[in-house]
């Protein structure tokens, strides 16, 4: 791993005019060079009113300076903080004094995530932990902070290194079989090592769909409105939205290009796209807006294709509901018919029935999305996990259960099972970065913000 220790600084709230702005130094026997910018001794963990000078002795801003001794801080470095005025132009001449005043100790600018990855390679959080601290600042809703405070406090960890520490458990009973033979002790069957298996598998089983559900919830999804022309996929975009951000016109062809918003459903976030009506046309911006259109629907999450109770046996619509069946067979379709307010009479064997106008069905339309994404709500121990911890939970399952079958042989596959289950270890080991290769860890600690 890149051990370099020289210190590092950076500006650590967002760039704009704000009552306030931090600026974060780590790196080593930082108390002398605190005394040399603020003129004053900071006395640990305590909050002085400093006034910070030019080369030539005139004051460039004042506020507060807070001295955090290695290795209680974050970084488990020396770290130094000032909390001055939220004004850019202010920051930067700040940054430029700091990097001025400590060029004789190789201060430099902090790379992206540079503060979390100290303080995870000076075991102060974990990998998993670390992570959580860029959900955290990510999140979009509620659900998904609370989420990734329980990452962040170590809730994902804890149940990763129990999970590791069953394994191992499992590990020296097969370990001890295979190396003391002559003892014809059977320590597997003896310590009913088919219970701590099922144990396992079921612990894992459950760690996995609490990531899946909080994969949903820290990415979201694409839902995109399909459809022909003049169905009512504008209004319904409203509706959803609670906002009149698409034209609504009687006129087919209203919509050419794809619009997109934002919306929560249950706290889950979606990216809600209204596309152009699907149709052939001569119009050439109209026939753009139509390619686009299939573009959106071929990245969505789940696609609503809508109908219109006024036009239920339409072939051409039947002709396009078949031909977006076959070109996305592997994304999940809801059938929408709407308009019921024009036929309150209207029944169907498939689909749900809405009304964009009354608002009728859409609460159950909203639940429909939510259960084709995957969503089970009501989860306290969702886990706002990220593709690569994911990844290594389906590894080490996948491990578990080929163990199992090895397990059920007896005494026939001894190594084999051996094997299995320290491969289950080192992909639990990648979650909390117990073992991972150097240069994922780069990768990692570069998607975070400067500052963090």
Request: charge should be negative; glycine fraction near 8%; include cysteine.
């Amino acid at each position: 791993m890149n051990q370099r220790r020289d210190p590092i600084v950076a500006i650590a709230t967002p760039l704009g005019r704000a009552g306030i702005g931090v600026i974060r130094v780590s790196g080593k026997n930082l108390q002398t060079f605190a005394q040399e910018i603020f003129s004053i001794s900071l006395s640990p963990r305590q909050a002085r009113l400093v006034a910070i000078k030019d080369a030539g002795g005139d004051q460039i801003d004042q506020g507060l300076a807070l001295f955090f001794p290695a290795p209680h801080s974050f970084t488990g470095e020396d770290v130094l903080e000032f909390q001055g005025h939220g004004g850019e132009v202010v920051l930067d001449i700040v940054m430029k004094r700091l990097l001025h005043q400590g060029e004789r100790l190789g201060l430099r600018i902090a790379n992206p995530g540079e503060f979390s990855e100290r303080a995870f390679l000076n075991d102060k959080i974990d990998l998993a932990q670390a992570e959580a601290i860029a959900d955290l600042i990510e999140a979009s809703s509620e659900a998904a902070v609370k989420s990734a405070n329980r990452s962040l406090v170590g809730l994902f960890s804890k149940e990763v290194n129990e999970l590791t520490q069953a394994i191992t458990q499992l590990r020296i009973l097969v370990e001890a079989t295979l190396d003391f033979p002559e003892e014809e002790i059977d320590f597997l069957e003896t310590s009913n090592a088919q219970i701590m298996w099922l144990k396992i598998k079921k612990r894992i089983d459950g760690t996995l769909k609490a990531s899946q559900q909080g994969a949903i919830l820290r990415k979201g999804a694409n839902l995109v409105l399909a459809g022909a022309p003049n169905v009512g996929k504008s209004s319904l975009l409203n509706a959803i939205t609670g906002l009149e951000v698409a034209i609504v016109t009687s006129i087919p062809g209203t919509t050419r290009d794809r619009l997109k918003e934002q919306i929560l459903i249950e706290g889950i976030p979606f990216n809600i796209i209204d596309t152009a009506g699907l149709r052939d046309t001569s119009d050439e911006i109209e026939s753009i807006g139509i390619l686009r259109s299939w573009e959106a629907i071929q990245s969505a999450d789940v696609i609503i294709f809508m109908r219109s109770t006024e036009n239920e046996d339409d072939p051409e619509t039947q002709k396009l509901y078949q031909e977006l069946k076959t070109k996305t067979q592997n994304i999940p379709m809801i059938e929408v018919w709407n308009k019921l307010d024009l036929a309150p009479q209207f029944n169907t064997s498939s689909g749900i029935l809405i009304s964009a106008k009354t608002q009728e069905g859409i609460e159950e339309l909203k639940r429909e999305i939510l259960k084709k994404v995957g969503w089970e709500g009501g989860q306290e121990n969702v886990i706002l996990a990220r593709e690569r911890q994911i990844k290594a939970l389906y590894q080490a399952q996948h491990h578990v259960l080929t163990a199992g079958t090895f397990l059920e042989q007896g005494n026939q596959n001894l190594e084999l099972l051996a094997e299995e289950l320290r491969l289950a270890q080192e992909s639990l080991g990648e979650i909390t970065g117990k073992l991972l290769a150097d240069d994922l860890l780069g990768k990692i600690f570069s998607s975070f913000c400067i500052g963090k």
